[in-house]
């Protein structure tokens, strides 16, 4: 039973590793998230935030916001989170709002992580809802794809900013 457990957590965070491609591909910081109810994905999303330009247009809330609409309902009492981050204040204020009873996540964020990192916000009693929390599922994976994105964002930044001043010398 736990063996099957994690072979589903490996192929669902695998397709939320797929929406955290699709992200970087359009140059969106590399994070994904699925939805999954009764075994099947419901709810697929990445982040947009640079794109729409757009503070809220995380992964997690755009999939939140899907999957209510398939099951037509904003309780999203039976399903299961997957991300490859661990989710910010605001995603995790949202997954508490819609009901979600399961998160899974990759990476810690450890500037604006509110799972475990920064805070514990989806097991804080005071709410009215908690989760349950799996933690670390192909972190790897989720990781490595992060800091290669902002690697590459560093150096891409600083040959700009040689390339301006050497204009500038000209």
């Not at 009492?77 to 995603?91: F, G, I």
Request: aromatic residues 6%; glycine residues 4%; contains cysteine.
């Amino acid at each position: 039973m736990f063996v099957e457990f994690l072979e589903k957590d490996h192929q669902f965070m695998l397709a939320a590793i797929d929406e955290a491609k699709k992200a970087e591909a359009i140059g969106e910081v590399p994070i994904g998230a699925v939805i999954v109810y009764n075994d099947e994905i419901i709810a697929r999303a990445h982040n947009l935030r640079e794109t729409s330009q757009n503070a809220i247009t995380h992964a997690e809330l755009m999939a939140i916001q899907d999957a209510c609409k398939v099951i037509g309902s904003w309780r999203l009492e039976e399903t299961t989170l997957y991300v490859t981050l661990e989710p910010c204040p605001m995603c995790a204020g949202a997954i508490l709002q819609s009901r979600i009873p399961r998160v899974v996540y990759g990476a810690r964020d450890i500037k604006a992580g509110c799972v475990h990192s920064l805070y514990n916000m989806l097991n804080d009693s005071r709410f009215n809802h908690e989760c349950e929390v799996t933690e670390g599922v192909l972190a790897e994976e989720c990781g490595q794809m992060l800091s290669d994105f902002f690697r590459a964002l560093r150096e891409r930044n600083k040959a700009k900013k040689l390339a301006l001043r050497n204009k500038n010398e000209e």
